[in-house]
């Protein structure tokens, strides 16, 4: 059995519920243990280092620390908590080699909170690369109880589970395919078009809204016209940009989109024979209901 400690992150377990529902229907249908960090802190999404890079440091190797006292790797299944704790693990490892000052440093802020000190024992790793490394395509398809047949999706992979690391398992930060295996081992058909790996637009939405709604709304309408039938992304913060965010897009770009965004657990489940209500899916801004029709629910 697949053991890991459960870094959830903050959005899947408020605005987008039904992400963390169907994590954990999936995961336990597949037979992969999580163990939730329940004392686990937000990772920050990218901001603790605009005020403090020590702050994002300290915060995160704590987490990290959580994963290690329990000998486990930590999973997410958020690619912005990916990139984030991610870089933070590569940079903390070169600390300890390098600039063993450093680490220190952080460790004593985490020894004054009474936390484990950070090791760089651990690995942290999405569930995307969990399901295609360790669990593996082949054993998935062998779960496969509903082939996803004649269903187009598109990936949205997003920049921080590509970029915000030096090095990403089983993939190429420029030309992924991990998501378009997985929807090809599940029986559905991937289509490619030119966003799927560029920013959603989440990040600059609290300063610059029109813009990031003009970016989602782009990578949503090239994604339709090339045969989409859904938009699946790893992270649940381009979840809420994409789906939540969805009839705000269109209003900035004055044109109807209405295209099902999916979280990654939620279309694994489906093919491994999950009932869709057990996975949120009727919680979508965006109706899932035209993929759920065209699969035959």
């Not at 408020?14 to 597949?30: I, K, N």
């Not at 651990?122 to 295609?132: E, F, G």
């Not at 589970?161 to 930060?173: G, T, V, Y």
């Not at 998501?179 to 637009?201: D, H, S």
Request: proline share 5%.
């Amino acid at each position: 059995m697949l053991r890991y400690a459960y870094f959830p992150g903050c959005v899947a377990q408020g605005a987008c519920r039904e992400l963390y529902m169907s994590t954990a229907v999936l995961t336990q249908a597949l037979g992969i243990e999580l163990v939730e960090l329940k004392k686990a802190a937000c990772c920050g999404s990218g901001t603790y280092k605009e005020d403090s890079q020590l702050l994002e440091d300290t915060v995160n190797a704590r987490n990290i620390a959580l994963a290690e006292s329990l000998n486990l790797p930590l999973l997410t299944h958020c690619s912005t908590c990916q990139g984030v704790i991610g870089h933070v693990d590569e940079r903390l490892k070169e600390a300890k080699e390098n600039n063993p000052a450093y680490l220190e440093q952080v460790n004593e802020f985490l020894a004054k909170e009474h936390c484990s000190p950070y090791r760089g024992t651990s690995q942290v790793k999405h569930l995307l690369w969990a399901l295609v490394g360790d669990y593996g395509l082949e054993r998935l398809q062998e779960r496969v109880t509903k082939k996803l047949s004649g269903l187009n999706c598109a990936a949205f992979y997003g920049c921080y589970l590509l970029r915000a690391q030096k090095s990403i398992p089983f993939d190429n930060p420029f030309q992924p395919e991990s998501m378009e295996n997985v929807f090809r081992t599940l029986g559905a058909n991937p289509i490619y078009y030119r966003g799927r790996t560029q920013c959603c637009g989440w990040p600059l939405s609290s300063y610059a809204t029109t813009q990031a709604f003009k970016m989602a709304g782009a990578h949503i309408q090239e994604a339709i016209e090339a045969g989409a039938d859904c938009m699946v992304t790893p992270c649940p913060l381009c979840h809420l940009n994409l789906d939540s965010r969805q009839p705000e897009v269109e209003k900035v770009i004055g044109k109807k989109l209405g295209l099902p965004v999916l979280h990654l657990p939620q279309l694994v489940a489906l093919a491994v024979g999950i009932e869709p209500e057990k996975l949120g899916l009727n919680r979508h801004v965006v109706s899932t209901k035209p993929v759920l029709e065209k699969l035959g629910f």
